[in-house]
């Protein structure tokens, strides 16, 4: 069984900066990981794709988050990065992060991102 753990959740101001990072809590051999991502959940609102990137390093976006989000990964230490950048009160959600390998997709539990106006 795989745990991933998110840090770097907060409150931050409009146009501010976070830096969200999730490693897994061993490690998982790059054959065997297919994708990397963030996903974010406002409460009664369905989870949304934010960022993934898989072990090509080729990297996909939500519409909304593209040119202030960049997702990055270390593959050998099993760790997803997502740095957001111009942040604004929509960006206000639970951000969790998702490995989805040939053991099946695993979640972490998430952080809370809240930005305020």
């Known amino acids: 069984q795989v745990q991933l753990v998110e840090s770097g959740g907060g409150l931050v101001q409009a146009g501010g900066s976070l830096r969200l990072s999730c490693a897994a809590s061993?490690?998982?051999?790059?054959?065997?990981?297919?994708?990397m991502g963030w996903y974010r959940q406002v409460p009664g609102q369905p989870r949304e794709l934010v960022a993934q990137i898989n072990r090509a390093d080729t990297t996909e976006y939500a519409d909304s988050v593209k040119d202030r989000f960049t997702i990055s990964a270390d593959n050998a230490k099993n760790i997803v990065y997502l740095q957001m950048d111009s942040l604004k009160p929509e960006d206000t959600a639970l951000y969790s992060c998702?490995?989805?390998?040939?053991?099946?997709?695993?979640w972490g539990q998430g952080t809370q991102v809240t930005v305020s106006s």
């Open positions: 998702k490995f989805s390998t040939t053991m099946g997709a695993f």
């Open positions: 061993r490690r998982i051999n790059i054959d065997r990981l297919y994708t």
